[in-house]
């Protein structure tokens, strides 16, 4: 009986697609409603809780001062990391960062170094000396598909919500100034759009977990402001044609327009109320 379970919902996902809906009600293009809260972690430097449907992601941003690399003596450093615990789904377990953890937190990193979002060497205070480093903590608390986007708005709100404190260099130790602080120079803003093929001809964009585990081949599209192409994500799959991947690209570009005026629209908000 267990085996026919897939295959009733196949039918149920088909017969929905076919009519051009789906089955929480939304056109196959359309994205799930999504809300926006920043500044929600009083402790950390930045911070922003994201909800796109269901799936739910909060992101701490903590800054803390380090040397530079060798490498890059004029650069400081970002380092995200996603996690998905037990709490958030009963697909994932206790323990070491599970694949899709691991594949999550490349991709952030993959958008953060491909859209420039912030040039590292703002970062630097004082070449081959000391410079910022900013850990970008993802906590997905509760998931139901499309991870991914939830990461990446979650990830520029908290970082337009960081604030750093004025550091100065007299003698060998650095001075901290918290009464003196100031934001982050945005450079970029980054969106993600996430698509996913079903019976290898019809795209859904946004996928709640259900339609993610009928999938037969998954596409994420990271656009900015200026219509730049950031990062085009696609983990193996079935092949898309020009004409789709076009499609996709179309609808991300709207979509970061969207998330940008969000954004703008919560930090305005946020801003005011102080």
């Known amino acids: 009986?267990?085996?026919?379970v897939p295959l009733v919902t196949h039918f149920i996902f088909s017969s929905h697609q076919k009519e051009n809906c789906r089955p929480d009600g939304r056109?196959?293009?359309?994205?799930?409603?999504?809300?926006?809260?920043?500044?929600?972690?009083?402790?950390?430097?930045?911070?922003?809780l994201v909800k796109v449907g269901n799936t739910t992601v909060i992101c701490g941003i903590k800054a803390e001062l380090t040397n530079p690399t060798v490498e890059a003596p004029g650069k400081g450093y970002i380092v995200p990391n996603v996690d998905l615990?037990?709490?958030c789904s009963s697909r994932f377990r206790p323990g070491p960062p599970s694949e899709q953890a691991q594949a999550a937190s490349q991709f952030v990193a993959d958008v953060i170094e491909s859209s420039e979002v912030i040039q590292t060497e703002d970062l630097c205070i004082e070449r081959g000396k000391l410079c910022w480093v900013?850990?970008?903590?993802?906590?997905?608390?509760?998931?139901?598909?499309?991870?991914?986007?939830?990461?990446?708005?979650?990830?520029?709100?908290?970082?337009?919500n960081t604030?750093?404190?004025?550091?100065?260099?007299?003698?060998?130790t650095p001075e901290v100034n918290l009464a003196k602080t100031r934001g982050l120079h945005i450079h970029k803003h980054p969106?993600?759009?996430?698509?996913?093929?079903?019976?290898?001809?019809?795209?859904?964009?946004?996928?709640?977990?259900?339609?993610?585990?009928?999938?037969?081949?998954?596409?994420?599209?990271?656009?900015?402001?200026?219509?730049?192409?950031?990062t085009v994500h696609k983990p193996g799959g079935t092949s898309l044609?020009?004409?789709?991947?076009?499609?996709?690209?179309?609808?991300?570009?709207?979509?970061?327009?969207?998330?940008?005026?969000?954004?703008d629209k919560v930090t305005r908000s946020v801003k005011t109320a102080q």
């Open 163 to 172: 604030k750093l404190p004025e550091v100065t260099i007299s003698t060998e």
């Open 1 to 4: 009986m267990s085996n026919d």
């Open 85 to 87: 615990p037990p709490l």
């Open 191 to 230: 969106v993600s759009a996430s698509f996913c093929v079903f019976d290898d001809s019809i795209l859904i964009v946004d996928p709640t977990a259900e339609e993610e585990s009928l999938k037969t081949a998954q596409l994420t599209v990271v656009t900015d402001e200026e219509d730049r192409l950031c």
């Open 134 to 160: 900013l850990y970008c903590d993802l906590m997905c608390l509760d998931y139901d598909g499309n991870l991914l986007d939830a990461c990446t708005i979650a990830l520029l709100a908290a970082l337009k």
């Open 27 to 48: 056109e196959l293009s359309e994205f799930r409603t999504t809300t926006l809260n920043i500044g929600s972690i009083s402790t950390a430097d930045g911070s922003a």
């Open 241 to 263: 044609s020009g004409e789709k991947l076009q499609e996709c690209i179309s609808r991300a570009t709207a979509r970061q327009r969207e998330i940008q005026k969000l954004i």
